[in-house]
């Protein structure tokens, strides 16, 4: 897969705002384009860190983190989505690498939230080190549990 990183324009996102909008988080939430959209352009506007990977000229995904959003101290990963037509081709993994090159002298742990129901998301971040800590029963939504996942940054300590 040939793609590059770099920072989220306003003109991506509306390529952007239908690969959240085209997940299952985005379906189980009842995202619409025009919503998201609107989300990712204010996130952009108050200086949000989101980036994207750009293959053959258009987003292939994006990654929108917090450095110090989990308890002021820890790196959050706070939305990441890839365009369902590549998922698994390495997309997805490049940046969550990017989250954690950005942030890598930020705190002790990484840490991101997912959806109780999203399995393959948990798998995904597990393959790449990420340990469940905890649950948020009606976090986001009612109905729903938020597993909170953490990686240490440095293997082998707490």
């Known amino acids: 897969m040939n793609f590059t990183l770099r920072p989220l324009e306003r003109a991506d996102t509306p390529a952007c705002a239908r690969m959240v909008v085209n997940s299952v988080v985005g379906e189980r939430y009842g995202f619409t384009a025009e919503r998201m959209t609107k989300t990712l352009t204010e996130a952009l506007d108050?200086?949000?860190?989101?980036?994207?990977?750009?293959?053959?000229g258009k987003p292939a995904g994006f990654a929108w983190i917090d450095p110090k959003g989990a308890f002021s101290s820890a790196p959050y990963l706070r939305l990441i989505a890839v365009d369902p037509q590549i998922r698994g081709s390495g997309v997805g993994a490049a940046l969550l690498a990017e989250f954690e090159r950005r942030t890598e002298a930020v705190g002790r742990s990484w840490c991101l939230l997912v959806s109780d129901f999203n399995l393959p998301a948990q798998a995904f971040y597990e393959?790449?080190?990420y340990t469940r800590c905890g649950a948020l029963p009606d976090f986001a939504?009612?109905?729903?549990?938020?597993?909170?996942?953490m990686k240490p940054r440095v293997p082998g300590t707490p």
């Open 46 to 56: 108050a200086g949000g860190d989101l980036f994207v990977a750009v293959q053959e």
């Open 141 to 149: 939504r009612a109905g729903v549990t938020e597993i909170l996942m």
């Open 127 to 129: 393959r790449h080190g």
